[in-house]
């Protein structure tokens, strides 16, 4: 039998199945939140809540924001002819921190991968190809140094050639087997300066 309720164990639970937190670090924090109901617990419930409700998935970019589209494709001062494609918006917010891009961004949703059954009909290519032909000068492969990374890459060389679109990629400055998420921004800066056309 356990020794704490189904409520706790519940939110134990959903805790544990968020990137970097196992059941021990889940458990920890309940505590901390429960130790602290009406200063963290019940603020940080109603801001998952306006969260869940508020939050949409950009139509042009595949950005998260409150508006549709988000305020990076609304950004004028943005270059419209440059255009850096990433895995999932976890990559676009770690270059938007580091503050070395000033064009547009595209979202694939995640990256190739055969053991995981996704394929590029799942991936947000379609609309990748369609934007290019709308004035793109530039493609930026903001790839992950994984191996599913550098597949997804060499699918978007080969899907982007008829388009006659310059090609770059970021510099090895990045490392093979790292994410763009888990980068310093003096990584992030050195790599995407020293891009190099495909």
């Given at each position: 039998m356990s020794s704490i309720g189904p409520e706790i164990e519940r939110l134990i639970q959903l805790l544990a199945k968020l990137p970097g937190?196992?059941?021990?670090?889940?458990?920890?924090?309940?505590?901390?939140?429960?130790?602290?109901?009406?200063?963290?617990?019940?603020?940080?419930?109603?801001?998952?809540?306006?969260?869940?409700a508020a939050i949409?998935?950009?139509?042009?970019?595949?950005?998260?924001?409150?508006?549709?589209?988000?305020?990076?494709c609304c950004d004028s001062r943005r270059d419209p002819h440059i255009l850096c494609v990433v895995e999932d918006v976890a990559d676009l917010w770690a270059l938007e921190r580091a503050n070395v891009f000033r064009g547009r961004y595209h979202v694939l949703g995640g990256a190739l991968s055969a053991l995981d059954g996704i394929t590029p009909e799942r991936l947000n290519v379609a609309t990748l190809l369609s934007r290019v032909k709308d004035g793109v000068e530039e493609v930026i492969l903001a790839m992950n140094a994984t191996v599913e990374g550098q597949t997804t890459a060499h699918y978007l060389l080969d899907a982007l050639a008829a388009s006659h679109v310059k090609i770059t990629r970021l510099a090895h400055g990045v490392p093979v087997g790292g994410e763009l998420d888990y980068l310093d921004e003096g990584t992030l800066s050195a790599a995407f300066k020293a891009r190099r056309s495909l």
């Open positions: 937190l196992g059941p021990r670090s889940a458990r920890r924090a309940v505590l901390e939140l429960l130790k602290k109901r009406e200063a963290l617990m019940e603020p940080l419930a109603l801001a998952l809540q306006d969260a869940a949409k998935t950009c139509a042009i970019c595949g950005n998260l924001d409150t508006v549709s589209p988000c305020a990076l």
